[in-house]
């Protein structure tokens, strides 16, 4: 079972989580001018890296917020937790 | 090839069976095939057999970046059936079962498919409706599957517990008497005996790096940990790792990559005569041919390659377990492990051409592609030396996604395996 920090709560296990899927897939602003391919690319395509993924995490049964987190696919470890709305950190030159 | 048989025991037994051989060569990566299969699981052995054997392609090969079977060909539990609710899927697993009967001959190999029966257990008012909806469903198709009262579950499968004090009691039962499980690895090493016997080059711990494309952007080459491959045509079954090697030639998919574990206990006597599957509590369970009880748990709640998940879904399915079969609660697990299964969004498979000219692609089948090894190998083969797809495949392609074609099993059954 993975600790998971929560940016509100700090650490906690990972029952108390849900996972949101990949992040920073914004909502379309204007859907009238979508296509079936800007549709197909919203609703269904993923990354799915090997390696860093920025995905959404929901503290449910705790503060019940959402939350941004950079992981690394390979050894489930969190390299980084930040607030929704935020860019993806980068980090470059953090030593990771 | 040395063929099997019992003579052939016989004959070796006069010499200490000590004459026997390799059973497929271990070559030198060619520079150049007139095809290239990534990934020597079953689905990829299968493929590289049927378009040597059925469509006269001998100069081609299979990587593998590890050994044969590695992937979750060998880390799975072995369940068959084809009781899915969609025409589509019907005829796409359908196929692949009437394949299993007869692929032990067909590669002279013994897979030991054995047809005991699946058995999906019904503890709601809406595992009952969905459950009859696909008895009736599957009829239509001509793919058998039968409702059993609980009593009838019990006389088939006597350790079940079906008394009324359980938390989720058992309502009934749908049973698909041609389902059953096979061995595994002789899957894989019998696709690749097969393979090899008709020339094609099966080459280990090769792993594929890059895919090369010409100025038309169709595909020319791999680059792999063993050298350049020159090729026309790819075809890519490398199961949890297929969105890595899409993106190497720059096609996205609606996949995503989770861990699935399983576990098996000390081995016993046989007690066990069928396969038992609850989606609602989340359980599945057989007895190997070795006396271990073959138990298969859920997939970890995010993406992952760590090819292990958390002990407390496996924990959670040996409650279920124990609340099934109340004699289990003395065993002991010996072993548990996980694989890495990429999931599409309607928990179908695709099985098709890509974007890319020459690439093909077979992936999607999540949490339950071995039962249809034989079947997604003989269409990808068919797709790939034809450059479309067999009316068995065509549904499952990537654009279904794009012209709202799902083939959304995922909702019908929610059935994972
Ligand atoms: C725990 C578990 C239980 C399951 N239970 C069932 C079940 O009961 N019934 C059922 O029908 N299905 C089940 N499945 C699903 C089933 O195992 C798979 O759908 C099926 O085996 C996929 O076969 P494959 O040949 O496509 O994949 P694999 O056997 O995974 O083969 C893919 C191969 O590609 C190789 N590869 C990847 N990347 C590269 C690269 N870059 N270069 C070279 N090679 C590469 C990998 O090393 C691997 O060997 C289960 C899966 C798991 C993990
Ligand atoms: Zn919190």
């Known amino acids: ?96 | 090839m040395q063929k099997f048989s019992a003579f052939e025991l016989f004959k070796q037994g006069l010499n200490g069976q000590a004459g026997w051989k390799p059973q497929w060569r271990s070559p030198e990566p060619k520079a150049a095939y007139d095809a290239v299969i990534i990934g020597g699981g079953g689905h990829g052995l299968g493929a590289a057999y049927y378009l040597a054997k059925q469509h006269g392609m001998r100069n081609i090969a299979v990587l593998e970046k590890g050994w044969l079977g590695g992937g979750n060909t060998g880390r799975n539990t072995t369940i068959i059936r084809s009781n899915y609710l969609f025409n589509e899927s019907a005829g796409l697993y359908d196929h692949s079962v009437k394949l299993w009967e007869g692929l032990s001959q067909e590669l002279n190999y013994n897979v030991m498919f054995s047809q005991r029966g699946v058995m999906m257990l019904a503890h709601t008012v809406h595992d009952v409706q969905v459950f009859k909806r696909h008895v009736h469903a599957n009829r239509a198709n001509g793919v058998d599957n039968d409702w059993l009262s609980p009593e009838e579950a019990k006389a088939f499968c006597p350790p079940l517990n079906i008394s009324d004090n359980m938390r989720y009691p058992i309502l009934g039962a749908a049973l698909q008497r041609r389902g059953g499980t096979a061995r595994h690895d002789a899957v894989a090493w019998g696709y690749a005996r097969a393979a090899d016997d008709l020339g094609v080059d099966i080459i280990e711990n090769c792993e594929v790096t890059g895919i090369v494309r010409n100025a038309a952007g169709a595909v020319e080459a791999v680059q792999t940990t063993r050298g350049l491959i020159k090729t026309p045509k790819i075809g890519v079954s490398a199961a949890g790792h297929t969105s890595v090697v899409l993106g190497m030639a720059g096609v996205r998919l609606p996949l995503e990559s989770y861990p699935l574990q399983a576990l098996v206990s000390e081995p016993i006597k046989p007690v066990f005569p069928c396969v038992v599957m609850s989606n609602t509590i989340h359980a599945y369970i057989s007895q190997s041919d070795k006396g271990e009880l073959v138990i298969g748990a859920g997939t970890d709640i995010y993406t992952s390659y760590t090819q292990r998940g958390g002990l407390h879904i496996s924990q959670h399915t040996l409650e279920a377990i124990c609340e099934l079969f109340p004699a289990f609660r003395r065993m002991r697990m010996l072993r548990n492990w996980g694989g890495i299964v990429d999931v599409t969004p309607d928990r179908s498979p695709i099985v098709a051409k890509t974007p890319v000219p020459g690439l093909y692609v077979n992936c999607g089948w999540g949490t339950g592609g071995f039962k249809a090894t034989p079947g997604a190998a003989h269409t990808l083969a068919w797709t790939i030396a034809k450059d479309e797809p067999h009316p068995i495949n065509a549904p499952f392609t990537i654009e279904r996604f794009r012209d709202g074609h799902l083939i959304d099993e995922a909702a019908a059954a929610a059935v994972a395996h």
């Open chain 1, 1 to 96: 079972m993975l600790l998971i920090t929560c940016p509100h709560c700090g650490p906690r296990p990972e029952l108390e989580f849900t996972h949101g899927g990949e992040a920073h897939i914004a909502r379309p602003e204007n859907p009238a001018a979508m296509n079936a391919e800007d549709w197909t690319e919203y609703l269904y395509m993923r990354a799915n890296p090997k390696g860093l993924h920025a995905e959404r995490w929901r503290h449910l049964h705790g503060c019940a917020r959402f939350f941004n987190a950079l992981r690394d696919t390979t050894t489930d470890q969190f390299v980084a937790t930040y607030a929704t709305g935020q860019p993806r950190p980068d980090l470059k030159g953090a030593g990771q």
